[in-house]
């Protein structure tokens, strides 16, 4: 259900060609605001999106910039904030991964996903915040669940989200007294395409069984979210992440199954004067 939260909003979703940025853009026009679209390569998609976005009746256009150069993402915050004549919000959703045993990261990758997952978002905040302490803006950036567990061969993605999250925070104290506020949202497994393009046989409904809400994750799930922190309603909620994961760093593992009774029993004692 859309309630019309961003009308007059003027808002730029970074790495919206695709995935969890093409519905975030996609759903804040559906709420009312005008839109400025990233991509970093081919224009081809996001343009049908933009094209999907002025048949609601709201102003957009798209702007590439790759996110390895400082020039371009500057570049792009001046171009979204000529084109929108301001800025309301700024969701910074545009990121890379990789999985690579520590052996064979070389520090090209290490640079490589520190400035678009890290840097670029720092600079393009920096870049554009003229136009968000006007009318005291939001900033919204994606971090990941990887911020808070940890699995094998991702020890560089993980630090740029964990970094992530520690910049929010950071940046969240020093702008709510200016009037701009800062939070993060940290999905967890939500189906987006490339999952398909990494992963040809991955299976939705199977993986959702390994996530105690029964479910894989959609891309509105984290839109919606985005448009409820850039809203009003979420007025005093400052330097926060969103974890929004079906539950899944809620779980303890070594419980076993969550969907099965425990199959043990702490031994008698455990609780001093219980027998």
């Known amino acids: 259900m859309n309630?019309?939260?961003?009308i007059g909003k003027r808002?730029?979703?970074?790495?919206s060609d695709t995935g969890l940025g093409r519905e975030a853009v996609l759903q804040f026009a559906r709420e009312g605001a005008d839109v400025v679209l990233h991509y970093p390569q081919s224009e081809e998609s996001v343009l049908k999106t933009v094209s999907e976005i002025q048949d609601m009746g709201r102003r957009a256009t798209a702007f590439p910039a790759n996110f390895n150069h400082?020039?371009?993402?500057?570049?792009?915050?001046?171009?979204?904030?000529a084109f929108l004549g301001g800025l309301d919000v700024l969701i910074n959703n545009a990121g890379v991964t990789m999985n690579r045993p520590i052996e064979k990261v070389t520090p090209e990758q290490w640079d490589c996903l520190f400035d678009i997952n890290v840097r670029a978002p720092y600079f393009l905040?920096?870049?554009?915040?003229?136009?968000?302490?006007?009318?005291?803006?939001?900033i919204i950036n994606l971090a990941s669940v990887h911020a808070f567990e940890a699995i094998t061969e991702h020890a560089v993605y993980a630090g740029t989200?964990?970094?992530?999250?520690?910049?929010?925070?950071?940046?969240?104290?020093?702008?709510?007294?200016?009037?701009?506020?800062?939070?993060?949202?940290?999905?967890?497994?939500?189906?987006?395409e490339n999952y398909y393009k990494v992963m040809p046989n991955y299976d939705p409904e199977q993986a959702g069984r390994d996530i105690p809400i029964g479910f894989v994750g959609h891309?509105?799930?984290?839109?919606r979210t985005a448009v409820f922190l850039a809203s009003e309603e979420a007025r005093y909620i400052v330097g926060q992440t969103i974890i929004v994961d079906g539950g899944t760093t809620s779980w303890m593992p070594f419980n076993e199954g969550f969907r099965q009774p425990l199959s043990f029993q702490f031994g008698k004692g455990y609780v001093p004067g219980v027998d």
Do not use: F, Y
Not at 70 to 81: C, N, T
Not at 180 to 190: D, F
């Open 161 to 192: 989200k964990g970094a992530i999250v520690a910049m929010t925070r950071g940046l969240a104290i020093e702008l709510a007294p200016r009037g701009v506020r800062v939070n993060a949202i940290a999905p967890g497994a939500t189906v987006v």
């Open 219 to 223: 891309p509105l799930d984290i839109a």
């Open 125 to 138: 905040i920096q870049a554009t915040l003229h136009a968000l302490l006007e009318g005291g803006g939001a």
């Open 11 to 15: 808002v730029l979703v970074t790495g």
């Open 70 to 81: 400082i020039s371009e993402v500057l570049r792009l915050g001046e171009q979204a904030v």
């Open 3 to 6: 309630n019309g939260r961003m």
